[in-house]
């Protein structure tokens, strides 16, 4: 079984405000390293569990984060952009695993919580229940048979976890004190974690133990922005409906063309 891990960084190990995950921030060289050195216990584990392969996501913002000479050398990596297709080779991938998440935008207490904008996004729902990226990333592998098996980050998107995906292992490397502060597992741990787990999960996985996350259409993904500028124009799509000046949805048959206002 090929395993497809999909890397964010605010939930990896030793990563504690945003100074870490924006490329422009003091600690953005050392976020990279904690970045690779996660996605490489995680590999370690998934070997460890059975996996025959593993493909690696590079998902934080613009997508080119890893020491790519310092990955683990079986690991094959999918870089940058990749405009409306979000998980590029599920479909290869009998399990996913979300590496270093965090909690959905306006979590209390969550460290650098959001969905996938900070800057435009106030919420996202799916069907009607405010999600965040986790779920988003597991409707859409969902919709290719792809279970998420396992979801590392701080407590409180281990929590999120549990509760849109019963049976996922969950990983906590560290503890949200806010938005911009943790408390860190000490490194070593963190790493031995991440790679008990994700051995754990692959081998659930092989089991059968774990089912893929699956949202019946039709499939309605609601968008508040902050700004007014951030809303589709009316009319722009069969499948747009703007219910206020800031929150618009769109409903299509598959989570993936909802989410990216496809027909
Ligand atoms: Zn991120």
Redesign the pocket.
């Known amino acids: 079984m090929k395993v497809y891990i999909f890397v ?3 939930g990896i190990s030793g990563i504690s405000n945003s100074e870490f ?1 924006m490329t422009n921030g003091r600690h953005y060289g050392l976020a990279r390293r904690y970045y690779t050195d996660d996605l490489n216990a995680c590999v370690r584990g998934c070997f460890a569990g059975g996996a025959t392969a593993v493909l690696a996501r590079d ?3 613009s997508g080119d984060h890893f020491l790519w000479a310092e990955l683990d050398p079986r690991v094959e990596v999918v870089q940058g952009g990749t405009g409306t297709t979000r998980l590029v080779g599920i479909e290869e991938c009998g399990a996913m695993i979300l590496l ?1 998440y ?1 909690a959905m935008a306006g979590t209390p207490g969550a460290l650098l919580e959001h969905t996938y904008s900070s800057a435009s996004i106030q919420n996202m729902w799916l069907n009607g229940r405010p999600a965040g990226e986790l779920a988003f990333d597991a409707a859409i592998a969902g919709e290719q048979g792809v279970p998420t098996i396992m979801v590392s980050g701080d407590d409180y998107v281990c929590r999120e976890a549990e509760d849109w995906l019963p049976g996922v292992v969950t990983c906590q490397v560290k503890q949200g004190l806010n938005c911009q502060a943790a408390r860190l597992l000490p490194r070593p741990m963190a790493h031995a974690l991440i790679e008990e787990r994700a051995e754990k999960a692959v081998r659930k996985a092989l089991r059968g133990e774990i089912a893929p996350f699956v949202v019946p259409p039709p499939v309605t993904v609601r968008h508040e922005m902050m700004e007014r500028k951030g809303i589709p124009a009316a009319g722009s799509s069969p499948n747009l409906k703007i219910i206020d000046g800031r929150t618009y949805e769109y409903t299509a048959d598959t989570v993936e063309k909802a989410f990216f206002g496809l027909c």
């Open positions: 964010d960084m605010e995950v998902g934080h913002g270093g965090h």
